[in-house]
């Protein structure tokens, strides 16, 4: 049973546009999230961080929300840019950061 | 370059055979964990080390083993492969100083093609 979930496995977003990737997770004890970005043939880097403390961390263009109570998250990406089409995964940690549980990943695609 | 190192970087080989994936992890980072990402699937944890000692285990197969040398570097043997062991394996590293506040960061992986 997937932990963390990323139920849209891609999205398509005109350049300029908002760009919302959501992330959901059913461990109630996760307390730190994180989103990360993949370009092919590249490893994983890391994108923005929220702890549960928080429901909101915005740093330029990316902003991620928490909603605790729906075990929810989300990414939003403004403006989008062509540059943004990466693979986008959600993860989360429950043990002070030992293991992080990674969904599946939204590839996202921004249009020209 | 994250400063995560990670050799080889693809590797074809037949199935029933062995291989070594090789990790040598940021600079300072004492903890290495291995993902595998299959086609379409997300990242599997499949096992983390602490300054040579293991720390925790997730999805890894009894044919797939690691360890973490002294130096810090790290490997990861997959023996008796199977064509659905192709994969992407990447390592990753982290600090304590860091804590999680960045997670981890990660290397460029190694694709592994089994035929």
């Known amino acids: 049973d997937q932990q963390v979930k990323q139920n849209s496995p891609s999205l398509r977003v005109q350049e300029g546009r908002i760009s919302i990737l959501n992330c959901d997770y059913t461990n109630s004890m996760f307390d730190y999230f994180l989103w990360y970005k993949k370009y092919p043939a590249e490893g994983p880097t890391f994108l923005i961080s929220?702890?549960?403390?928080?429901d909101k961390n915005e740093d330029g263009r990316f902003t991620v929300f928490l909603n605790k109570s729906a075990k929810h998250l989300s990414l939003h990406i403004v403006p989008s840019q062509p540059g943004d089409s990466a693979v986008y995964f959600c993860a989360a940690s429950d043990n002070y950061g030992q293991n992080f549980v990674f969904g599946p990943g939204t590839r996202l695609s921004v249009l020209p | 370059d994250s400063g995560v190192t990670q050799t080889p970087k693809h590797l074809i080989t037949a199935t029933g055979q062995r291989v070594t994936l090789r990790c040598s992890p940021r600079?300072?980072?004492?903890?290495v964990y291995w993902y595998q990402q299959s086609l379409d699937q997300g990242l599997q944890f499949l096992i983390q080390y602490y300054n040579g000692e293991e720390r925790a285990k997730g999805n890894i197969l009894e044919r797939f083993s690691a360890q973490q040398f002294p130096d810090l570097h790290s490997e990861l043997n997959l023996s008796s492969l199977e064509l659905g062991d192709s994969a992407l394996y990447f390592c990753?590293?982290?600090?304590?100083?860091?804590?999680?506040?960045?997670?981890?960061?990660f290397g460029s992986g190694t694709r592994l093609t089994v035929v």
């Open positions: 990753a590293s982290s600090s304590m100083r860091q804590g999680r506040q960045y997670g981890y960061t």
């Open positions: 600079s300072g980072d004492l903890s």
């Open positions: 929220i702890s549960s403390i928080k």
